[in-house]
């Protein structure tokens, strides 16, 4: 570029080449800023990074956020798909537009899982659960009752506890789970119960029955009836 001020004209410098090729700071940023954008997580890209499957609490923040916005673009492509779905059957004639209505609450779309947040949060909760109910189990019918651990600590409801005995009632019959000690074993399909064993046990006084002869009078009984 020419020069107005002084007599000098123009200046051409030559610029050393080849000397930032190897620096890729500028790249990574860049490079950082476009997996920000995607919401992918910066862990999953690295190459030092392994695969780590370990408990809920160690999970990133990034990887919570990322499941959520998995989640919430297959909610938009359900609603998508659900539109595309009714168009195509409507054109075609395979249905109504009043029967689509019907029909539509009935619908699922069932995703690939590549997260494991979800199954390891609900491993560790029922984990801390159970501890919680072991550690109550001193105190069941002195300061909480059993229908009250199964509420507030397992987090069962009616229908759940109702279920649950029914099916711990019948894998005791079955044989599936040992019945406590001291009591006796379910009966058999088809067994006749013996009344003898079920019969309660007579008390043993000690003292032998009174015998009665022919012609003995017994004390509070009448001639007549020992005749009859």
């Not at 490079?31 to 408990?55: D, Y």
């Not at 539109?83 to 699922?108: A, F, H, N, P």
């Not at 069962?156 to 074993?185: L, N, V, W």
Request: charged share 35%.
């Amino acid at each position: 570029m020419p020069r107005r001020e002084g007599g000098k004209g123009t200046e051409i410098s030559t610029l050393q080449g080849g000397q930032n090729l190897s620096e890729m700071d500028d790249v990574k940023y860049f490079q950082k800023k476009l997996f920000q954008s995607l919401n992918v997580p910066t862990s999953r890209l690295e190459e030092s990074t392994g695969f780590n499957l370990g408990k809920a609490s160690e999970i990133s923040r990034d990887e919570v956020k990322f499941f959520k916005f998995i989640e919430r673009l297959r909610m938009k492509f359900s609603e998508l798909f659900l539109e595309l779905l009714r168009v195509q059957l409507i054109l075609k004639g395979i249905i109504r537009e009043d029967e689509w209505e019907k029909i539509e609450d009935k619908l699922r779309f069932q995703f690939a899982k590549d997260s494991h947040f979800s199954e390891l949060k609900e491993n560790e909760v029922l984990k801390e659960r159970l501890l919680a109910c072991r550690d109550a189990e001193d105190f069941v019918g002195k300061y909480f009752s059993r229908e009250w651990v199964r509420k507030h600590i397992l987090r069962q409801t009616d229908e759940d506890i109702e279920q649950i005995d029914k099916q711990i009632e019948k894998e005791k019959a079955e044989g599936e789970i040992a019945a406590p000690e001291g009591a006796a074993p379910p009966p058999e399909a088809g067994a006749v119960p013996d009344p003898a064993a079920a019969a309660p046990p007579t008390e043993d006084t000690g003292a032998e029955p009174p015998q009665v002869t022919i012609g003995e009078i017994v004390p509070g009984v009448e001639e007549d009836d020992l005749n009859d």
